[in-house]
C-alpha cells in the first residue's frame, strides 16, 4: 500500500497541497495503510467524543471513530493513536485501549490500563 504524504499546519491537515476540513484543529495523524488517521481536539469545555477520522489520499472523509461505551464521565474523548503490531490502537481518557476497524472506525477493547 502506498503511504500517503501529508502535513499538519497549525492543526490543518494539508493532502496534496489541499486542507481536509474537520471540525477541530488536529493534534495528531498518521499514515496506517494508506489511510490518515486524524485525531483532532475541540475547543475547552466542549464534549466531543468521536474525534478520530479517517481520511483518504483524496481528503475524504472515510469514516469517524465510535464512541467509547465505557466510563461513567460524559466526557471521554480519545487522546492518543498508535500503531502496534499492525493494528491501529486509539488510546481514550477513560484508561482504555482500543483496537480500531480499519474498514468502518468501529472500536473493541484492547486493554484497560487505569
Known amino acids: 500500500m502506498t503511504k500517503i504524504k501529508y502535513d499538519l499546519d497549525e492543526g490543518v491537515l494539508v493532502l496534496n497541497r ?3 476540513n474537520l471540525p477541530y484543529p488536529v493534534v495528531q495523524a498518521l499514515d496506517f495503510n494508506g ?3 486524524a485525531r483532532v481536539e475541540p475547543e475547552i469545555y466542549e464534549i466531543f467524543n468521536c474525534n478520530i477520522f ?5 481528503g475524504k472523509i472515510k469514516w469517524q471513530i465510535e464512541e467509547s461505551p465505557h ?3 460524559v466526557d471521554k474523548p480519545y487522546t492518543s493513536i498508535s500503531i ?3 493494528k ?3 488510546g481514550n481518557w477513560n484508561g482504555v485501549d482500543y483496537v480500531v476497524d480499519i474498514k468502518d472506525g468501529s472500536i473493541r477493547t484492547q486493554s484497560f490500563n487505569k
Do not use: H, Q, Y
Not at 479517517?54 to 483524496?58: E, S
Open 35 to 37: 489511510i490518515v488517521m
Open 18 to 20: 489541499e486542507e481536509v
Open 54 to 58: 479517517a481520511v483518504d489520499g483524496k
Open 71 to 73: 466510563g461513567t464521565e
Open 88 to 90: 491501529l490502537i486509539a
Open 84 to 86: 502496534m503490531e499492525n
